[in-house]
């Protein structure tokens, strides 16, 4: 069994990657600013916050067979009320962060046999929608980050990402928190519901798995992107 990095590890969805992972018999390590409610031989964690623009990342021996980086923000406000530093942090955070672990652990990915990397973007990258302009803005970066290391990286790493629309998740909890809020994201999809964690954890782990695909951003997103 291989070794995964979780970024994110803590919540919603890089906790369903996390714990799949760990059921497959994998070790996981574990970056995130707070330590989840999980227990397991083969898990270890390291406290990383990776909204600041210089992150100390744990010397790793030995081959990484993926990285997951799941950290993301959801600021939705007018663009009248943003400032310069919201987009500063959103990108920090989406895009930098990306970076900063990728370039750290390239060595040991380039050890492994079959590597990969899984990023997240959002469904509002691509698709046009009000209140979004910061959140898009870095997550249409992280898009091309994608697109280009997959090229750099190809043959040897596979890149990836997954645009989802609105998650059942701790972030996107106040969107959510009343069954009329509720209904009215599930009836803005195509499918009529809004996605699960789990989901989000099952594609992303597909998509590590699949050694034929490289430089993809698949939507997981209700349709939402797609068809009326």
């Known amino acids: 069994m291989g070794k995964y990095l979780v970024a994110g590890c803590s919540s919603g969805i890089g906790l369903s990657i996390t714990k799949k992972l760990l059921a497959q018999g994998h070790q996981v390590v574990g970056?995130?600013?707070?330590?989840?409610?999980?227990?397991?031989e083969l898990f270890s964690f390291v406290s990383v916050d990776f909204s600041l623009q210089e992150i100390n990342l744990p010397e790793l021996e030995g081959p990484i067979e993926g990285i997951f980086y799941c950290p993301g923000s959801i600021q939705l406000r007018p663009?009248?009320?943003?400032?310069?530093?919201?987009f500063i942090n959103d990108f920090v955070l989406n895009v930098v962060g990306a970076t900063i672990l990728i370039k750290q652990y390239l060595p040991q990915l380039q050890l492994a046999n079959e590597p990969g990397i899984v990023l997240f973007s959002s469904v509002a990258a691509q698709t046009g929608m009000s209140f979004h302009s910061s959140?898009?803005?870095?997550?249409?970066?992280?898009?091309?980050?994608?697109?280009?290391?997959?090229?750099?990286?190809?043959?040897?790493?596979?890149?990836?990402?997954?645009a989802p629309s609105l998650t059942q998740t701790p972030l996107s909890e106040k969107f959510i928190n009343t069954p009329e809020k509720l209904n009215a994201s599930k009836d803005r999809h195509p499918l009529k519901n809004i996605g699960s964690a789990d989901d989000l954890a099952t594609c992303a782990i597909q998509i590590m798995n699949n050694n034929w695909m490289t430089g993809q951003i698949i939507a997981m997103d209700g349709g939402l992107s797609s068809i009326r």
């Open 31 to 40: 970056l995130n600013r707070n330590m989840p409610d999980l227990t397991n």
């Open 135 to 162: 959140i898009a803005t870095a997550k249409a970066a992280l898009e091309g980050l994608t697109k280009s290391l997959a090229a750099e990286f190809a043959p040897k790493i596979r890149v990836n990402a997954i």
């Open 79 to 86: 663009f009248k009320n943003l400032k310069p530093s919201d």
